[in-house]
């Protein structure tokens, strides 16, 4: 299952899940350098360790002029502890979690869960926030007892304890350009186990497009794809010309004129009342997908990656955006309190009616447990970009 021997000789254990890419260095003075991912494994890395040391030392972001490509870094020294590292533009994630003495790392916060054996302790507010927002908030997962390393930070791991830092975003995108999030796509795509076929859910939009180019440069047939509409329509007519040239082997369409989940008026109001209309459909398609045991991807992968998925979320209301353009962010965030309220103008409350009835009754709890997570981040924001403005920007990309 798992298995990094050898790495940390100080004494936290470490211990990287087997599915996790990533090549690890050795040097005679017990100092270790682990780089995550393909695209790191021709790092100059006696130069990188000597940067990892000084900003583990100081507390500090990699300079720029230090040369290094973008990535996810765990530097080991045996007398001042274990740093996990992380460039702010890096599409990847590395998730976390500490157990007595064991760092147990890996490429999903379920895997983590797994390592700890606590694959069945969901974190209520981790899930509340995936649903509202998209994601979780700060390093918060969806399991209890699992972190994930925030983009723009590292974690500095003494024996019992640990203390976080996070960075400036504007320091550390000079050196990430498509490519990078181009290669990112690919390597997830990459990661997918062999004997796994992939689903994909098609539409005629930009993200789902991006992950089937992936897989069509990378030489993968898609075994079979969803997509859902009207028939008719130009998204429809486009989803299947994809389809047919990029040799899909099967295509599943959900006719969203079908009364499959209730009369049509009962789905317009689910749409208007909640601003989404597609999960219910990724939910069946998913289902299908893994009856035929493929691995089913989506295009909400990709706006993660190119950071569009929130930024899609406030896309609703062009007035408050226009408001912003015209008056700058500080005009309504000038506190934690400003910035935590204008963060949760972008979550879709409104999903919490659709909530089993057991889990709904605790929502008020967990969206006050989701404004503390908000105010933290937005204090350790502040001290590291200066200023609101900078705060709220990072916070959404």
């Known amino acids: 299952m798992v298995s990094a021997e050898g790495i940390g000789r100080s004494r936290m254990r470490v211990t990287i899940h087997a599915s996790t890419i990533y090549t690890h260095y050795k040097y005679d003075d017990g100092r270790e350098l682990i780089c995550f991912g393909k695209r790191y494994r021709k790092v100059a890395d006696k130069e990188l360790l000597k940067d990892l040391r000084n900003a583990m030392n100081n507390q500090s972001p990699l300079s720029v002029e230090c040369g290094h490509e973008p990535g996810i870094f765990m530097f080991v020294d045996p007398h001042k502890g274990t740093m996990l590292y992380s460039d702010f533009c890096v599409p990847t994630a590395l998730y976390y979690a500490v157990e007595k003495n064991k760092l147990c790392c890996g490429r999903t916060d379920k895997t983590v869960a797994g390592m700890i054996g606590k694959s069945d302790k969901l974190d209520l507010i981790g899930v509340y926030q995936r649903l509202v927002f998209g994601y979780t908030i700060g390093p918060r997962t969806r399991f209890e007892g699992v972190s994930v390393l925030e983009p723009g930070s590292m974690v500095i ?4 304890r640990f203390e976080k830092v996070v960075f400036p975003y504007i320091k550390l995108t000079s050196k990430v350009n498509l490519d990078d999030i181009w290669e990112a796509i690919k390597e997830e795509i990459a990661n997918i186990e062999d004997e796994n076929s992939i689903g994909l859910m098609l539409s005629a939009g930009y993200d ?43 295509v599943l369409h959900v006719d969203a004129g079908a009364e499959m989940f209730g009369s049509a008026d009962e789905l317009r109001s689910l749409f208007h009342k909640s601003g989404i209309l597609y999960q219910p459909w990724w939910r069946l398609c998913g289902e299908y997908l893994r009856t035929r045991k493929s691995i089913s991807l989506c295009g909400i992968q990709a706006e993660i990656f190119n950071g569009q998925f929130l930024q899609g979320v406030l896309g609703g209301s062009r007035i408050l955006n226009y408001k912003i353009a015209k008056n ?24 919490t009616k ?13 969206r006050q447990a989701t404004e503390k997570d908000l105010l933290s981040l937005a204090e350790s924001y502040k001290n590291a970009t200066g200023n609101w403005s900078d705060s709220i920007v990072r916070f959404y990309t």
């Open 157 to 160: 791991f003494k024996e019992n």
């Open 208 to 250: 789902s497009r991006l992950i089937l180019a992936a897989c069509n440069e990378m030489g993968i047939t898609i075994d079979a794809t969803c997509t859902y509409g009207l028939l008719g329509t130009l998204e429809l007519k486009v989803s299947y010309e994809l389809a047919r040239e990029t040799s899909v082997r099967r």
């Open 328 to 351: 700058g962010y500080e005009k309504y965030i000038n506190d934690a309190q400003t910035f935590t309220k204008f963060c949760f103008m972008s979550a879709l409350e409104k999903k």
């Open 354 to 366: 659709y909530f089993r009835s057991e889990i709904r009754e605790y929502c008020q709890d967990l």
